[in-house]
Structure formats: C-alpha cells, structure tokens
C-alpha cells in the first residue's frame, strides 16, 4: 500500500513541530543558565521545498537583469529539504549573557502545540474517512 503524498508532508511537518518544542522546552529549561542562547528551527522553507519536491511543482522565478558581464551575480537560493537550527538573538542579552525570554518561549510553545494538535487532528479526520469508506465498501 502506497502512502498518500499529503499525509507524507503532514509526518514531515509533524516532525519539524516536534523538535521545535523540544527545542524550545530546552530554551526554558535553560532559563538561569549563563551564556546560553535561545535556539530554534526554521523549516517553513524546508518544508515549502519538500512540497514541490513531491507534487512535482515547478518554482517559478524571475531572474536577475544584468547589464554588464561584470555584475554580480544574485545568490542561488537553498532548496534544501532540510530545517536550519539557528540562535534566536533578537533579545537583549541580560548581565549573565542569556537570551532566553521566558514570555517569548511559552508563547511560541503554545502557538507550536496548537499547530501540532492541528496536524493530529487533520491526520486522524483523513484516516476516520478512509476507515468510512472501507466500513461501507464491505457493508456492500
């Protein structure tokens, strides 16, 4: 049995919003300690990637004019199917050299969570229909 392209980029994006809170539970966890920086995960251009990549999209771009040979050229964009980790220094650092903002935090763990409970729900409504329609193709 062959496994639904949407319900492989729904696992996907269920895994990225697993680290994510792994990452910020680690951010809060680390709260007091000093020098620590705040980390977090980008992979909504991963995951954009990774849709193309299985819908067959073609990425549509408007190239760079360039009027002289001399130019610089623009930078190839990453199409990478993987998420980048990265520090999240917007904060000001406090006196022990931490960036970890506890309301910025909790506030992207519960935004992060609810977009995690989304994905559960959306999977578990497309099985329940699936499961509906073999109910019913062997009530026949």
Same mark, same amino acid.
């Given at each position: 049995? #062959?496994? &639904?392209?949407?319900? /492989?980029?729904?696992?996907?994006?269920?895994?990225?919003?697993?680290?994510? #809170?792994?990452?910020? %539970? %680690? !951010?809060?966890?680390? +709260?007091?300690?000093?020098?620590?920086? $705040? =980390? *977090?995960?980008?992979?909504?251009? $991963?995951?954009?990637?990774?849709?193309? @990549?299985?819908? !067959? /999209? =073609?990425?549509?771009?408007?190239?760079?004019?360039?009027?002289? /040979?001399?130019?610089?050229?623009?930078?190839? /964009? %990453? &199409?990478?199917?993987?998420?980048?980790?990265?520090? =999240? *220094?917007?904060?000001?650092? =406090?006196? *022990?050299?931490?960036?970890?903002?506890?309301? +910025?935090?909790?506030?992207?763990?519960? @935004? !992060?969570?609810?977009?995690? !409970?989304?994905?559960?729900?959306?999977?578990?409504?497309?099985?329940?229909?699936?499961?509906?329609?073999?109910?019913? $193709?062997?009530? +026949?």
């Amino acid at each position: 049995m #062959q496994i &639904s392209p949407v319900k /492989e980029l729904m696992a996907k994006a269920l895994d990225y919003r697993a680290t994510r #809170q792994d990452l910020i %539970s %680690s !951010n809060i966890a680390n +709260v007091d300690t000093p020098f620590y920086r $705040s =980390r *977090d995960i980008s992979f909504e251009k $991963s995951l954009a990637a990774q849709k193309a @990549k299985i819908f !067959n /999209e =073609r990425e549509l771009k408007l190239k760079m004019a360039t009027t002289d /040979e001399k130019h610089l050229q623009g930078m190839a /964009e %990453s &199409s990478s199917t993987k998420a980048e980790i990265f520090f =999240r *220094d917007g904060h000001m650092a =406090r006196n *022990d050299g931490n960036t970890v903002d506890l309301d +910025v935090e909790t506030t992207e763990m519960a @935004k !992060n969570m609810t977009m995690y !409970n989304a994905l559960i729900a959306a999977m578990k409504k497309n099985g329940a229909i699936f499961r509906a329609v073999l109910d019913a $193709s062997a009530k +026949v």
